[in-house]
């Protein structure tokens, strides 16, 4: 990175690391890993942080993924030398689906090494590399993944469900890792009838539990370093996806992207889906902020307005509204509220 920068028109004294999404966990990796200090300076964190997946979780993925690819058990050179030679249609087979994850799919690994500690265990501690950071979510995470489901369930598509609400809820029940009752605080936090659809009742219960667990990061990492928080809340946003009747994709996990990297279609097909007139101006105070950040650290260049550091105060204004017609600000109270964040760390390991 720091190698190739200038390559590019960079600064190797100032580097910013960023993503969304897997590219987020990617960025939040460096920001813990020891490996990493000193190699950048900023960082922005786009939807959503995630904690690493355990080493004997990862390897025994790895052992099963090499025993159905028909190359046994072994952790011996000629296990290795068998899974580097299987073909790519092998490897797509047991890959899972364009909607599903394969079962021998593994994210960020807590190896000991590149990441020694979970990620909330280690900015508890201080241990991470102490750069600026942006942090934040969109208004409506989980119509992203619900999306997918139902775009590759049809034709004709099947759209979510009361069933598919039921069991949500029940899993709060059959889960040994969340406390007795978790289930019925569930469904009254979450009653169906407070929603429009079924869709709507599992957006708020997917999207409220990752912006919480983000949240609280933020929270750890602002007592120790400059961070500025946001919401992407334009539910008006282009949607990705093709029309389908009675799904409302609102601002859906990667809306947001299309209004930092305007030339971005969302897949690749390069299907353009214009903003109008009032996300263009959104889209512009957005590209301004981010490109303020990776040049200054401060969002707003300089200054704490439009946009104020996370405090540690909860009830001053410290969360960016990413809306139109103009960027307003929560506090972290409202925020807390408005996704009902007392819930979820009552029941969380975090």
Known sequence: MRKNIRHFGGDKSNV???????????????????????????????????????????????????????????TDAATAACLRGISAQQIFALSGTASTASRYETQITQDGTVLPERFTDAIAKGHFNHVPIMSGWTEDEQNFGLGITEYFSGPPRV??????????????????????????????????????????????????????????????????VPLYAYEFDDR?????????????????????????????????????????????????????????????????????SPWPRLQANPNEAGVLSERIPKLSTFTDAEISERHNCAFWESISTY
Not at 189 to 215: E, H, K, V, W
Not at 268 to 288: K, T
Request: negative net charge.
């Open 16 to 74: 910013t690391l960023g993503g969304q999404s897997a590219g987020c966990v990617d960025t939040e990796s460096n920001v813990i890993s020891p490996l990493a200090k000193g190699l950048f300076h900023r960082a922005i964190l786009q939807s959503v942080v995630l904690e690493p997946v355990p080493f004997a979780t990862a390897e025994a993925r790895g052992v099963a993924l090499a025993v159905a690819a028909g190359c046994g058990s072994g």
């Open 159 to 224: 759209p979510a469900s009361e069933a598919t609400y039921d069991a949500r809820i029940a899993a709060f029940g059959t889960n040994p890792s969340y406390p007795p009752g978790t289930e019925a605080q569930a469904q009254a936090l979450y009653p169906l009838a407070n929603y429009a659809s079924p869709q709507l009742a599992l957006d708020a219960i997917g999207t409220d539990s990752t912006a919480c667990a983000q949240r609280h990061t933020n929270r750890l990492l602002a007592s120790q």
């Open 236 to 304: 008006t946003a282009p949607s990705y996806f093709p029309v389908m009747p009675g799904f409302e994709p609102l601002a859906y996990h990667t809306s947001d992207i299309q209004y930092l990297f305007p030339g971005w279609h969302g897949g690749p097909d390069g299907i353009a889906h214009p903003l109008d007139g009032l996300q263009e101006r959104l889209s512009d105070e957005l590209v301004r902020a981010w490109a303020n950040f990776a040049r200054t650290g401060n969002p707003n260049g300089e200054g704490n």
